[in-house]
């Protein structure tokens, strides 16, 4: 129906979807530094606010061949100022099928070191970095939401336990 540079809108029979253009793919990063989860913050326009995120990135929007270990690699750093010595993939997931195709690799960073602030690309991004103690999550998310921020469905992953105890 229609297609852009990143996105398209695509109709099978009566059902309307959105599907990722080029062969565009996406890695969520869940790392912890000092007993910390990496978060970053950053403004969303489809949402109209800030969000608070997994760090995360595309895979083959710079380059066709790029693969999921060093474009997760590459996002930690841009977005929050930590490389990582080694990925572990935890699987495919999708966060929204009933309207979109796009699925994302869960990743988990090991090794982490600090080599910069992050905040993501000069002039495009304005990402808050947030590391936040295991415990503490709930209650940060909790904190945010109350000031305004979007919540990530990814961070179900890390709420889990508090949503269903």
Not at 4 to 29: D, H
Not at 44 to 69: F, K, S, Y
Not at 93 to 116: D, K, N
């Amino acid at each position: 129906m229609w297609e852009g540079r990143f996105i398209r809108v695509l109709k099978q029979g009566s059902w309307e979807y959105v599907s990722r253009a080029r062969n565009i793919r996406a890695v969520v990063i869940l790392a912890e530094h000092d007993g910390k989860i990496v978060l970053v913050e950053q403004n969303r326009i489809p949402t109209g606010r800030r969000c608070l995120e997994l760090p995360a990135g595309l895979i083959g929007d710079d380059h066709e061949n790029a693969d999921v270990e060093d474009t997760a690699i590459k996002e930690l750093e841009e977005e929050a100022g930590f490389t990582a010595s080694r990925i572990e993939r935890l699987g495919e997931f999708y966060s929204s099928p009933g309207m979109v195709s796009e699925s994302f690799t869960l990743v988990r960073a090991h090794g982490l070191t600090r080599i910069g602030e992050g905040g993501g690309v000069a002039g495009h991004e304005e990402i808050v970095v947030h590391l936040v103690e295991r415990e503490a999550i709930p209650a940060f998310v909790e904190e945010r939401r109350a000031e305004g921020v979007g919540i990530d469905v990814r961070l179900l992953l890390l709420l889990g336990g508090a949503l269903l105890g």
